[in-house]
């Protein structure tokens, strides 16, 4: 700003060009004098206001502080589902505005369910077996290990004879799926953008393990699992790599050349980018023969959708189909399996995503991506609060750390259902395993000793569903041993191995891990959830302040 001293300046040296502009010049006159120290006091007095607005919006800034959030946990434990929640209650306008958006998404996870299927009933060819074993892959998503360590379909088979008309009428699915995958990536892209799995780091065993394009081929396996802990940090990136893009994603029937999870980078807007969300914006005039919205469009996967939907619905009906599934261990109700009890809503012409729709909705995270929220305290107040949801995969856990330098709370969602399952991007690790390890990262973590720690421990209406099913624990986590396999019994024993671990790995004594039992695609209990975490932060952090 302006200097308020000006008779120096004009004595400045002569070799000081600023000094030489500004110096009077040497003919001035009395009355010149006296207009230009006017008009250097007025410029001082428009200087002093902008300072004095620069300091008043300081303040005002200092009044709306700011609130940083880290969602933490392992991939699928609910971090992206928990930000939606956050967006449907704090910004309700851009969660509706992104409605559309998550159409391709839905379509596109009951497609991969439906083609799920399709590769677990197809009949068993004995030379698939010796390709497993020259290193090519199963799809690894939601295979549940049997207790005897084994995938059951190893050991019995119901035949479905229904097999061949069923993959004949949902044959155009396999396109679709590329499409679809092709379009939330990036509809510029030549090829779908899944799991950022071209990664340098990612180590692949076999010679043959490179595909058409270039990128390798994954390296999956189910394993026998024996209940013991990965050797590998959960913090560190995985070795073994799972979820890889088949070659130019290839409309192969067989299950070892399609592609696995499709994620978004967090540059990419690709809802903004996703085609189809435009024509709904501008609705045009049925007697112009112009498209009134995406039903109109012959292009658009709806129809697709559409004309198939009746195959997919005998499909998932089908008793045969049912054994099948139930016998080779694929529990599709676990993850987007939610859309195939919905399949004629969703596949309408003119479906519209509901609320529920986007919260179950499943895509991928890749990096970090930060949304930010007003957010008033309790006394109405308003604050700025940066919710940062992070890729949860282990190749994805690297790019944590840089955010653990200035985080006020971090929420660490841990799915309590899934301890029957193991990981998608390592088939050696139980997802329980990994989330009690990662939870010991993140407790006994020094930048982190004074954060204010949120757990979930989610999937609370899976859990319940799957003791109903007949599940037992200790099958899985033999420390279970001969407790009681209910529901309240076990989210106790969980509590407190939870709480064990920050006991006793925690360099705080005195931090309070504040522990809730969620099921955060539930949108009336998240809530409830959500005003719980806002208070329990907004005090941690004035009580942190005052320490100040
Ligand atoms: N039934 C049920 N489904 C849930 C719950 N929480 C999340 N899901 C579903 O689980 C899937 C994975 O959830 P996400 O929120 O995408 O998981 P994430 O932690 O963000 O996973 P990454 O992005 O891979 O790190 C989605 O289909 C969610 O709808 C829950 O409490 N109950
Ligand atoms: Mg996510």
Known sequence: MMKSKLEPQRRRSESDPLALALQPPANETDAD?????????????????????????????????????LLLGQSESGK???????????????????????RAVIYLNLV???????????????????????????EPASIIITSRGRPQSALTVTRVPKYERYRAALAPLYELEVRLARLISSPDDDEPECNDDSRPHWTV????????????????????????????????PSTTVAGQPSPGGSSSSSSRSRQAEVSVHHSKDWKKKWSLVSRITSPKSAHTNEIEGWWDDPKDPVHIMHSCAPAMMQLWDDASVRRCLKEKGLRLEESSGFFLNEIRRITALRYFPTTDDVLKARLKTTGVVEHSFIIPDTQRRQMIWRIYDVGGA????????????????????????????????????????????LW?????????????????????????????????????LPGYRDRPNDY???????????????????????????????SVTDTRGTKVVINSVRDSIIKANLRSMQLM
């Open 80 to 102: 992206s589902t928990t930000l939606k929640q956050f967006q449907l209650m704090h910004s309700p306008a851009a969660f509706n505005a992104d409605r559309t958006a998550w």
């Open 394 to 437: 282990r190749y994805q856990r690297q790019t944590w750390t840089p955010y653990f330098d200035d985080v006020n709370a971090i929420i660490f969602l841990a799915p309590i259902s899934a301890f029957d399952q193991v990981l998608a991007e390592d088939p050696k690790v139980n997802r329980l395993q990994d989330s009690l390890l």
């Open 33 to 69: 004098r006296e207009k230009r120290l006017h008009e250097e006091l007025e410029a001082k007095r428009v200087s002093d206001g902008i300072d004095e607005m620069l300091r008043a919006e300081k303040k005002e800034r200092k009044n709306k502080p700011e609130i940083k959030v």
């Open 440 to 476: 010991k990262e993140v407790v006994s973590n020094k930048l982190l000793a004074n954060v204010n720690i949120i757990l979930f421990l989610n999937k609370c209406d899976l859990l319940k569903d799957k003791l109903a099913a007949g599940v037992q624990l200790a099958s899985h």
């Open 488 to 518: 309240e019994s076990i989210r106790q024993y969980f509590k407190a191995k939870f709480g064990n671990i920050h006991a006793q790995c925690s360099h705080n004594k005195e931090r309070q891990i504040n522990l809730l039992f969620t």
């Open 112 to 138: 991969k369910s439906i083609l799920r299927i399709l590769d677990a009933i197809a009949p068993e060819d004995p030379l698939e077996d010796d390709a497993e074993e020259a290193g090519e892959h199963a």
């Open 205 to 236: 065993g076999s010679p043959n393990a490179y595909g058409r394009n270039g990128r390798p081929l994954p390296n999956i396996s189910i394993p026998d699992y024996h209940g013991s802990t990965s050797p590998l940090s959960p913090l560190s």
